[in-house]
C-alpha cells in the first residue's frame, strides 16, 4: 500500500503549478490591454477662445520688379 505522505517531486511539482498559475493571473490582473479601448482619455481643457470658423491664409502680394534692358541694335 502506498504510502499517504506526499513525496519531494509532487511538493515541488504542486509548488510549480501554483508560481506558474499565480504568475500568470498577476499578469493578466495588471494588463491594461482590456481596457485600452473601452476608457478614453480625459479631454484636455480649452485655455483660449476660440477665434471662429477657420479662414483662408492670408496672401499678401507684391507686384513683380520690373526691368529695363536696353539691347544694341534694335529699335
Excluded at 13 to 30: G, K
Excluded at 32 to 56: A, N
Aim: proline share 17%; glycine share 2%; with cysteine.
Amino acid at each position: 500500500m502506498p504510502s499517504a505522505r506526499p513525496t519531494r517531486a509532487s511538493v515541488l511539482r504542486a509548488v510549480a503549478v501554483t508560481v506558474i498559475t499565480a504568475t500568470i493571473a498577476l499578469a493578466a490582473a495588471c494588463s491594461d490591454e482590456d481596457t485600452v479601448d473601452t476608457i478614453p482619455p480625459p479631454w484636455p481643457v480649452r485655455t483660449t477662445t476660440p477665434d471662429g470658423p477657420p479662414q483662408p491664409p492670408t496672401v499678401t502680394t507684391k507686384p513683380a520688379p520690373t526691368s529695363t534692358v536696353t539691347v544694341a541694335g534694335t529699335t
